[in-house]
């Protein structure tokens, strides 16, 4: 049986009988050059890259500019973004080794390899294909004006790439940058307090269970005081670099200024309590807000964070002191506002 290496070109249909023979041997695998680049041989030739009649069959070029990269899933998939590192490893690993059939990025060597007591393995052509993949969509993030996180996973750069353009039409507005800050930090955010169950038959203490709540963020301009109206000279209007409480506003709005709100899971559920760990996740959360909207924000705008509920004080008992629910520093909050 003959292999798909083995057999002659199928461009030999093109050519005169002259060159079918069997002396034609030559000629018959010569044109497999051609054939692989333009047309495609399913082989291990070259590591079964496709040839361009392939990509353009499968819209590689124009699809390769969008980060959902369509070519490389099932047409019947209406995920938004289907997941690449986020997929299941042996899922992932068939993804990667398909793009790389298309792209054909060269496995660099490892020039360490050769010492005695090298830590760094050879790479793979996973690997290989891994990283062209992150540093391609880097290059496509300059072409919207982002600057990728270099935390981020391949779908959260693709994710972001594929929404951030539409973004711009809200730009400077709180609705904005409420959709960049859920965007870019993935809010709302599921973290896992505890929740204090009293004495039950005959129990001398209570216990803990875990509970599960979201962090949410949400901006906003704050509504504005009332006008008031007077004809005393002694109280003409005017017009502040900044807002201060009791102010009147322009045309009902209060200018320049959002604001930040972080909700907590205990502000609708009293029972879920922030557990120590939960307490830095939300003042990293805070950190990250304020180097976002300073540079999100529009020029000559100011912000200001608060923490919803800012701060929750128990009357010291048995069940507070098992779970430590007052303890400010350790599993509660103090909202102090910041800008």
Known sequence: MSTPSSLPSSYLRYLPALYSGPDSAFVGHYL????????????????GQRGIQELLASQVIGNLFYPRLSFLFDPANTEFIPPISGAPPDRKAAILADLQRYIGVPTPANPTRAFAGSPRSQPTSEDAIETWL??????????????????WSI???RTVLAQVLALYRLRGTPQGLGFLVDLLLDLPLTITGIVYQPPQDGQHAGTTAPIEGNVTVTI??????????????????????????GD???SGYLPWFFSVLITLPNASNPNFILTRDNVQTILRLKEQL?????????A???FEIDILPSMQLQAPSPQTQVC???????????GLPGN
Request: aromatic share 8%.
């Open 134 to 151: 992150s540093g391609f969509l880097n290059w496509l993030s300059g072409w919207v004006d982002l600057t990728p996180d270099d935390g």
């Open 32 to 47: 497999k050059i051609f054939e692989k680049v333009l047309t495609g041989i399913d082989d291990d030739t070259l590591e």
């Open 290 to 298: 304020q180097q976002l909207l300073m540079r999100a924000k529009p």
């Open 300 to 302: 000559a705008t100011r």
């Open 248 to 250: 009147p506003v322009i």
């Open 324 to 334: 430590n629910a007052s303890t400010l520093g350790y599993n509660t909050l103090l």
């Open 155 to 157: 779908d959260k750069k």
């Open 220 to 245: 906003s301009n704050p509504a504005p005081p009332g006008i008031a109206v007077n004809d005393e000279a002694r109280k003409t209007f005017v017009v502040r670099d900044r807002y201060v409480s």
